[in-house]
Structure formats: C-alpha cells, structure tokens
C-alpha cells in the first residue's frame, strides 16, 4: 500500500487534489478531521482540541487504510499538527516528532500558495501562507522526505501530482 500525504499551507487545494486523485486511482482519501471538529466547536479551541485533531487524523487514516485500493491519499498528518502546535502554542510533543520519524509516507505532494485564499469559518493565516509553506518545504527537506511541489492553477495542480503519483506508483520500493 503507498500513501501519499498533502501537506501546505490553508486554502491551497489539498482537500480538491485529495478528492481528485482518489477518483483518478480510484481508492480513498483520509479528510481532515480538524476541519469539522474546529468548524463545529462554537468556542475558540485549545491546546487539547489540537492534540485531539491530531490524535483523531492518525485513526481516521488506520481505518481508510482499510478501504484502500493500491493507493491512499490524506489531507492532513502529523507534520501539519507538529507546525500548528509551535506555531500557536510554542511547543509539540514528542509523541508527535515520533508519529513523524516513523510514520512517513512514500510521497508529501506540497500544495503552494499560488492560487487565491478562499476565506472560511476555520482558516486564520491567509497573510502567512508562504511563511507556512517554507516552513513545512524545511521540514521535509531537513527529513529527506519523497515531496513534489505543487503548483499553478487547478488543471496544472493535478496534472503535476498525477505525474508524481505515477512515478511512484511505478517506483519498485
């Protein structure tokens, strides 16, 4: 089974690629599970609803595993939870860095925030969408991470994941 993991900054097309890709391969593909939660609060969330997102995403994926044909796209993992606890609360477990080192995924398609912010209920950092960007390109660079970088209007976006989806789909590792 590969999994391929879509990682960027908000409003990049993650969750459009996501859904794209799983029709294209014709498999699943693991939503955000922090979208709704968030979306549903009616309160401002915490550390705790964090760590929970983050918790929930790792089980969520388990079980699409499950359904998975060959292949399975996520629209979030740990490296997304990792930069959202520094970012907003200074810190991040180790449990996390661990789900990171261990748990990596065969290929990080890298949305980039060259397509328009669609303003929502949950998204908050449209001015630091590049700022994000370049955070997580380090992150994968400093783990010698498999990453495509994504970019260019909805067409070229898909076009680009569906070459690097086939490279590795072809790959024999």
């Excluded at 409003?11 to 549903?40: F, M, Q």
Aim: glycine share 4%.
């Amino acid at each position: 089974m590969k999994r391929v993991a879509l990682i960027g900054p908000e409003s990049t097309g993650k969750s459009t690629l996501c859904h794209l890709l799983a029709e294209r391969y014709d498999t699943v593909w693991v939503p955000e599970y922090s979208r709704d939660y968030i979306g549903n609060l009616h309160r401002p969330y915490t550390k705790d609803d964090v760590l929970h997102c983050i918790r929930e995403q790792i089980i969520l994926e388990k079980e699409f595993i499950t359904k998975a044909n060959q292949i399975i796209f996520t629209d979030n993992e740990a490296i997304n939870g990792k930069v959202w606890m520094l970012d907003k609360y200074g810190e991040c477990p180790d449990w996390i860095e661990k789900e990171i080192a261990t748990n990596k995924y065969d290929l990080y398609l890298l949305t980039s925030p060259d397509i328009p912010f669609v303003k929502d209920a949950v998204r908050e950092n449209e001015m630091r969408r590049l700022y994000f960007f370049d955070w997580y390109k380090k992150i994968l660079d400093d783990n010698s991470f498999n990453y495509k970088i994504i970019n260019g209007m909805k067409e070229d976006r898909f076009n680009l994941a569906k070459e690097a989806v086939d490279k590795l789909l072809m790959s024999k590792e």
